[in-house]
């Protein structure tokens, strides 16, 4: 029997769990080679002259990015023997708009990676709500236990949220310098995304399946 290339669901006992820490170092460690070579890209051409050939700061950035986006992917490849769809997702438009970036030495197509990436799973979430279907509960069945209201309201969210997250970026990249951009790509997308995790959990309470069983008790 073939096993899967992509990770299966959180459900399956088969399925290989990767350290948090490392998880987490897997998903942050290319955006840091992002940030860090762009801040330091004059010193990195001194230290390897021939990054210069890649252009200025941000298309070394670029290049770098795209090096350490591929390694993170091998690595849970190793690990696990599956790629995680979303890490998976992002990484293929990382490539791709980073080859254009480094191609046309144009660093607008790496700035919309990520409007790119967020308008996708922004509109694959609320289109399956037009079809009835709560896709964020396949993804986190296995975590959260909640019940159908629960999941589309909760699919709802994340769809929108990724749209803001794509409307955020365009009106960055397009107001600030890339310096600006860069450092809002790295510190404040984060924390944004982990304070919005944070205010979904009095609505996962609300529907948690297993809270209704305890007060049923």
């Known amino acids: 029997m073939n096993k899967p290339i992509f990770e299966p669901d959180l459900s399956d006992p088969k399925r290989k769990e990767i350290n948090p820490l490392l998880k987490f170092a ?6 840091l080679v992002f940030f860090f070579a762009n801040a330091r890209g004059e010193w990195l051409v001194e230290k390897i002259p021939s990054l210069g050939l890649l252009g200025g700061p941000i298309f070394i950035a670029t290049g770098l990015f ?8 091998a690595v849970s490849w190793l690990l696990t023997r599956t790629l995680p769809i979303l890490p998976l997702v992002s990484g293929i438009v990382v490539l791709v708009f980073g080859a254009l970036t480094l191609w046309l030495q144009d660093d607008v197509f790496i700035k919309m990676k990520p409007t790119i990436v967020n308008t996708l799973f922004g509109a694959v979430l609320l289109g399956g709500l037009v079809f009835g279907k709560s ?16 999941w589309r309201k909760l699919t709802l969210r994340w769809g929108l949220f ?18 600006a951009w860069v450092s809002f790509k790295v510190w404040g997308i984060m924390p944004i995304t982990i304070l919005f995790t944070m205010t979904q959990m009095p609505l996962i309470m609300r529907h948690s399946l297993d809270e209704g069983a305890r007060n049923q008790s």
């Open 26 to 31: 897997l998903e942050l460690g290319p955006l």
């Open 66 to 73: 795209m090096v350490a986006t591929a390694i993170a992917l």
């Open 135 to 150: 896709l964020l509960g396949y993804v986190f069945d296995s975590a959260f236990r909640l019940d159908a209201e629960g």
């Open 162 to 179: 990724f749209l803001f997250l794509a409307v955020v970026n365009e009106i960055v990249w397009r107001s600030f310098s890339t310096d």
